[in-house]
T-cell receptor, first 113, second 114 residues
């Protein structure tokens, strides 16, 4: 069964460094999302991506963040100059059409030290 | 802006009890989609059910059932005869008509004790 794949599963980075979280959505899906979940808290929307551009973004998604779909298969989230409070689980999701459920990856746990 | 509220942050039941998880939502869209996801201790988000705003028919799937009441903007989830394996955090979520904003509620942590 097709699934959303995220790499790495766990990333540790020094404060101030840049990280790139990678996601391979399910083939032929059209809508892509990034979410963040700080440990034990709610799942927070970061950004949605459709037709090769950002469709919607939250207040959290400021200039520190960017997304790309560089090669038609990968969907990346870049976090520049990481802060301690960026430590969280980051989930990627994709959907085939506008009226279907989102399929989530297993998440990348980012730890900023 | 849309919003999903799960007033129960934590529920504890004994195995075989029935339990209902509440979800209330706010949206300006006339067409929207509601979901329930399960997050077990392993951390992944597992899709359980989708309901379109124009389909108020309630659904039963095994021990799970869902009650969608558009008049009260609620989409409640009931587990019948709960089991220890049902222990998880359950999230209700709302997708807008444009499909570009999927908003989660705060989640309800369900603990089922043997």
């Amino acid at each position: 069964e097709p699934e959303v794949t995220q790499t790495p599963s766990h990333q540790v980075t020094q404060m101030g460094q840049e990280v790139i979280l990678r996601c391979v959505p399910i083939s032929n899906h059209l809508y892509f999302y990034w979410y963040r979940q700080i440990l034990g808290q709610k799942v927070e929307f970061l950004v949605s991506f459709y037709n090769n551009e950002i469709s919607e973004k939250s207040e959290i998604f400021d200039d520190q963040f960017s997304v790309e779909r560089p090669d038609g298969s990968n969907f990346t989230l870049k976090i520049r100059s990481t802060k301690l409070e960026d430590s969280a689980m980051y989930f990627c999701a994709s959907r085939p059409t506008e009226d279907t459920e989102a399929f989530f990856g297993q998440g990348t746990r980012l730890t900023v030290v | 802006a849309q919003k999903v509220t799960q007033a129960q942050t934590e529920i504890s039941v004994v195995e075989k009890e029935d339990v209902t998880l509440d979800c209330v939502y706010e949206t300006r869209d006339t067409t929207y989609y509601l979901f329930w996801y399960k997050q077990p201790p392993s951390g992944e988000l597992v899709f359980l059910i989708r309901r379109n705003s124009f389909d108020e028919q309630n659904e039963i799937s095994g021990r799970y059932s869902w009650n969608f009441q558009k008049s009260t903007s609620s989409f409640n989830f009931t587990i019948t005869a709960s089991q220890v394996v049902d222990s998880a955090v359950y999230f209700c979520a709302l997708l807008n008509n444009a499909g570009n904003m999927l908003t989660f509620g705060g989640g309800t942590r369900l603990m089922v004790k043997p």
